[in-house]
């Protein structure tokens, strides 16, 4: 039986935890600040998983907020056990940087490498910050650069604490794009510049 597409909704998901949460939060991150403290680091943007956490599905705080739920597509760079990495939600991809306690906390939990096997796979990420970072620490970590950006800084998650959520491992043939190329982001960025 073909699949059926509700009129409600313009794709299939590859998931059904994962959501479109990138763009409009960070839309409405900037539209609440100021221009000075918009391009600041922003600690805890995604709040942290629960202690002794043993089934997600379980825990009612991560299950009520989709900001938990991130695919990692791609790892871009290793230095320092500091990971850089591309994810993505259900709209846009994202760079990512998973900081070395995560990594550690990670490896040793799974006993793996947090890079072998887990590209596709929906991670729950939690303690999250947003980084602002540089064109030119941005080009030398994660090898890309973004011409058309109207900024001299790009926000990247900086996550402080991972686990795997479903190693399914599954690739969409969706076309993504980057955030900092994504009309709505990019607008309001140009917004928050002439309002300062």
């Known amino acids: 039986m073909p699949k059926v597409i509700l009129s409600s909704k313009k794709y299939v998901s590859d998931s059904v935890y994962l959501d479109k ?14 221009l000075n403290q918009a391009w600041c680091t922003v600690r805890d943007f995604i709040p942290p998983l629960p202690p002794h956490m043993t089934d997600p ?29 591309i994810g993505r939600d259900a709209e846009c991809y994202v760079l990512s940087e998973f900081t070395p306690k995560c990594v550690i906390e990670f490896e ?12 596709n796979t ?4 939690g303690s999250v910050s947003i980084m602002y970072t540089s064109r030119l620490e941005v080009e030398s970590e994660f090898g890309m650069s973004f011409p058309s950006w109207p900024n001299n800084t790009l926000p990247i998650l900086k996550i402080n604490q991972c686990a795997v959520f479903g190693m399914d491992q599954v690739e969409s043939h969706r076309h993504f794009q980057m955030l900092y190329e994504h009309e709505k982001y990019v607008n309001a960025t140009r917004i928050s510049s002439r309002r300062g």
């Open 21 to 34: 949460w990138i763009v409009p939060s960070l839309v409405a991150h900037i539209k609440h600040q100021s």
């Open 57 to 85: 599905i379980l825990e009612p705080s991560i299950m009520s907020n989709t900001r938990h739920f991130l695919r990692i597509v791609r790892f871009k760079s290793i230095q320092d056990f500091k990971v850089c990495a």
């Open 108 to 119: 040793n939990k799974y006993k793996q490498r947090i890079t072998a096997n887990t590209v």
């Open 122 to 125: 929906l991670f729950l990420i």
